[in-house]
């Protein structure tokens, strides 16, 4: 698995203005990367995300795929959304094997194919990996928001994309389950051996999940620095306290916040405070 | 007693059937009290008929005359669903196009919610030029009124539906053909049958307009035919035959919305 993101850009032309959502971005992803999009809002790195899966057209550039350009969502590339996106009417393993009935996977019932039957059997490991074997028969909404996004992973995965794209998947969590889910995501990638995108705003996050963070910055959206994570492919939740981990912390925070200034007029609120003690 | 007068306080189950049961009791008796008070004044007495006359009447006309009953019940019915289920089996579809595609919708979106707003008795002269006065121009009166209404329901149903299932269910390799019928059409299906729901209302009360084109059988002349001769208690029978059926009729709709969609959460809405 190669995937090439060759000079892609966005923009967004208004009435008045031109928006330039993303500048040019290059590089190349490896199998069995983790590349973390890191930045604050509006820094285009879902805008990029969705330019990858094929679901939003680039203004300029290509992202190629083992040699062929992406142009429209396919199931070589899998997606995990920040909302619940289960299908309320099916059942979990229902969910998790949604793609199995698809035409694309010749579903109807070629003897010869077996993807169909591939998609099952994973989605069922999928799901005693990820603790869901139990609930098989339930319907999302008695699921919690963290086994809902458990799910969600499974059924992209079930249908064993080349690339896993996630955007901001845990980012509707409470901080334990999303820490639980963080380092259930790290180990599912390694045992898998899959290809993960991962969109977030969390530093923490991104470096306890990536091996490569890609670090974003707004107006206009772009790449300003890819960070390389020094940790081996395995970690431990215990990680986040050592003190390599904290120095590349604040390495990111300084990169992050370089040219940024609050919106709300701190130094007022400080003046504030001063004049009435 | 305080906690239930709280808004949106929740009532206990014993609390819901009291109340439905002191409405009616209400009601009830204040009609008899108006009745036994017109007694014995010749105008009043012809309009408000005594709660034993009502029973009485009617207890005799389904005793000695249910065929007329039957058949009055039989031929609305069946002007009612014949109208009705035409209307759903053509606006469902073309609903759900118009949910689906905003080229659909920039089509058939202008001529609907134009005869939306045309009061169906105004067709009846049109309908009884075009065809005649048998029942066709009855069935297609209740398919107008009900058709235009359910076609934007639909659509609004569809449009509903999130974006985000659209998306994934691209992502995971569905063809546009396929996210309709797997992802759209079934994830709006409780909303859909619900816009059935009502607007099989609708078409009880477009029932009773349509039977004003000449007809001999039908609940909705029979008591236009009361009315002429001023028979106040049959009236009030055949106003509850009515009421009875359509109540039966949503009811068997909800049942059925709470069997099929018994993954909907009901709680989150």
Redesign the interface.
């Known amino acids: 698995m190669k995937l090439d993101i060759r000079d892609v850009s966005k923009r967004f032309v208004t009435d008045e203005r031109i928006i330039q959502a993303l500048m040019s971005s290059n590089f190349t992803v490896d199998h069995n990367d983790f590349i973390v999009f890191l930045g604050p809002s509006g820094c285009g790195k879902s805008t990029l995300l969705n330019i990858i899966s094929g679901l939003e057209d680039a203004s300029s550039g290509q992202v190629i795929l083992d040699g062929d350009p992406i142009t429209g969502p396919s199931p070589e590339i899998g997606m995990v959304f920040q909302q619940y996106t289960l299908f309320p009417w099916l059942t979990v393993r229902q969910n998790a094997m949604f793609a199995a009935q698809l035409s694309c996977n010749g579903a109807k019932g070629q003897l010869e194919n077996d993807r169909p039957r591939n998609i099952i059997h994973r989605a069922q490991k999928l799901l005693k990996l990820v603790g869901l074997e139990n609930f098989s028969n339930a319907y999302p909404h008695e699921l919690s928001g963290g086994m809902q996004q458990r799910l969600a992973i499974v059924r992209a995965l079930a249908n064993r994309p080349k690339v896993l794209l996630m955007d901001e998947p845990f980012g509707a969590l409470d901080s334990q389950t999303r820490e639980e889910l963080q380092d259930m995501i790290q180990l599912l990638s390694q045992v898998e051996k899959i290809t993960v995108m991962f969109v977030t705003h969390d530093v923490d996050e991104a470096i306890y999940l990536a091996n490569r963070v890609m670090v974003f910055s707004q107006s206009p959206g772009r790449i300003i620095e890819e960070v390389r994570i020094p940790f081996g492919p395995t970690r431990d939740p215990a990680l986040k306290l050592s003190e390599e981990f904290l120095a590349i912390k604040k390495n990111l925070k300084e990169l992050i916040n370089q040219d940024k200034t609050p919106s709300y007029s701190r130094k007022e609120l400080l003046e504030l405070i001063s004049h009435s003690t | 007693m305080k906690p239930y007068f709280l808004l949106r306080a929740p009532i206990p189950r014993v609390l819901v059937w009291t109340m439905g049961i002191l409405s009616l009791v209400l009601s009830v008796s204040w009609y008899i009290w108006k009745s036994e008070n017109a007694v014995g004044n010749p105008q009043q007495e012809t309009f408000f008929p005594t709660a034993r006359i009502i029973l009485q009447t009617s207890w005799q006309m389904i005793t000695e005359d249910h065929a007329t009953i039957l058949s009055d019940i039989y031929h609305s019915t069946y002007r009612v669903f014949a109208g009705f289920l035409l209307a759903a089996f053509i606006a469902v579809p073309i609903g759900v196009l118009m949910g689906a595609f905003n080229i659909a919708a920039a089509f058939f979106q202008p001529w609907a919610e134009f005869i939306r707003y045309i009061p169906v008795p105004a067709l009846i002269p049109l309908f009884i030029a075009i065809f005649g006065v048998g029942e066709e121009p009855k069935i297609y009166l209740i398919f107008v009124g009900t058709f235009f209404p359910l076609l934007l329901m639909v659509a609004d149903e569809i449009r509903r539906v999130?974006y985000?299932?659209i998306?994934?269910?691209?992502?995971?390799?569905?063809?546009q053909l396929?996210i309709m019928t797997?992802?759209l059409l079934?994830?709006a299906?409780p909303g859909i049958f619900d816009a059935l729901r009502i607007c099989h209302g609708w078409a009880w009360t477009y029932l009773v307009v349509a039977e004003l084109i000449a007809t001999n059988e039908g609940l909705g002349i029979r008591i236009m035919k009361f009315a002429r001769f001023i028979q106040m208690p049959k009236i009030m029978m055949y106003l509850v035959i009515l009421g009875l059926l359509g109540l039966t009729l949503d009811m068997l709709f909800r049942a059925f919305n709470r069997y099929a969609?018994?993954?909907?959460?009901t709680?989150?809405k």
């Open positions: 999130g985000d299932l998306k994934v269910a691209h992502t995971l390799g569905a063809s396929e797997k992802v079934r994830s299906l969609f018994r993954w909907a959460d709680s989150k």
